[in-house]
C-alpha cells in the first residue's frame, strides 16, 4: 500500500529521521565529537568570521600519552577522551576527531591565557579522575595555539598546535606545550 502524503506519521517521523542522518554525516560514532571533514569546514567559517570581524580564536590538539598499543585499546582511550573534553568546553566550542588518536578543540572568542586555561582544566580533570579510580586513565598531551591573525588558515593554526603537542611530549606527557 502506498504511503498517503498526509499521512501523520510520517510527517512526524521525518524531522527525526533527518536529525539522524545529521549526526551520522557529522559525529564521530565511537567519540561523538564533529568528524574531520566537518571539524575543518567548521573551522573555516570559524576562521573567515574573525577575518571579517575581528576577535580571538585558539586550538587544542589532546593526545592520550603515551598512545594505546591496541586498536580497542585506542578507541576507549579516544571514547574516554572526547567524554571529558565535552564535559568541559561551552556550548559555543567545536571538539572534533582528527587524525587516529587526537582530538581538536577549536575555542571561538578565546586568547592564549584562556586556551591555556582551559588546557590545565583538562589535565587537572584527567588526573583527578584517574586518582579516583581503580583502572589508571591515560594521561593526556595538549598542544595549544592562537591565531595570529588573517594569514593564518586552520592547517598553519594546526601546525603550530602540533608543534606544542611534540613540545609537552618532549617534556615526558601528562602537560600542554605552547606554540
Known amino acids: 500500500m502506498a504511503e498517503s502524503p498526509l499521512d501523520p506519521f510520517a510527517a512526524a517521523s521525518r524531522p527525526i529521521i533527518q536529525s539522524l542522518l545529521l549526526r551520522s554525516a557529522t559525529r564521530d560514532l565511537e567519540t561523538g565529537c564533529l568528524k574531520d571533514c566537518y571539524f575543518a569546514e567548521r573551522a573555516a567559517e570559524e576562521i573567515a568570521r574573525r577575518k571579517r570581524y575581528g576577535g580571538r580564536l585558539s586550538l587544542l590538539l589532546v593526545a592520550p600519552e603515551p598512545p594505546a598499543s591496541t586498536e580497542e585499546e585506542a578507541k576507549k582511550q579516544l571514547a574516554e577522551l572526547a567524554r571529558l573534553l565535552l564535559a568541559r568546553v561551552r556550548s559555543t566550542d567545536l ?9 581538536l578543540v577549536l ?3 578565546t586568547g592564549l591565557a584562556g586556551a591555556v586555561r582551559l588546557a590545565r582544566r583538562i589535565l587537572l ?3 583527578t579522575t584517574a586518582e579516583n579510580e581503580a583502572a ?3 594521561s593526556l598531551s595538549i598542544g595549544v595555539a592562537t591565531w595570529l ?5 586552520l592547517a598553519t593554526l594546526l601546525a603550530r598546535a602540533r608543534a606544542g603537542l611534540a613540545e609537552a611530549r618532549a617534556r615526558g606527557g601528562g602537560c600542554f606545550g605552547v606554540s
Not at 95 to 103: H, P
Not at 149 to 153: M, S, Y
Open 95 to 103: 571538539v572534533g576527531r582528527w587524525e587516529k588518536e587526537e582530538l
Open 136 to 138: 589508571r586513565k591515560p
Open 125 to 127: 580533570t584527567a588526573a
Open 149 to 153: 591573525g588573517a594569514e593564518e588558515g
Open 107 to 109: 575555542l571561538p572568542n
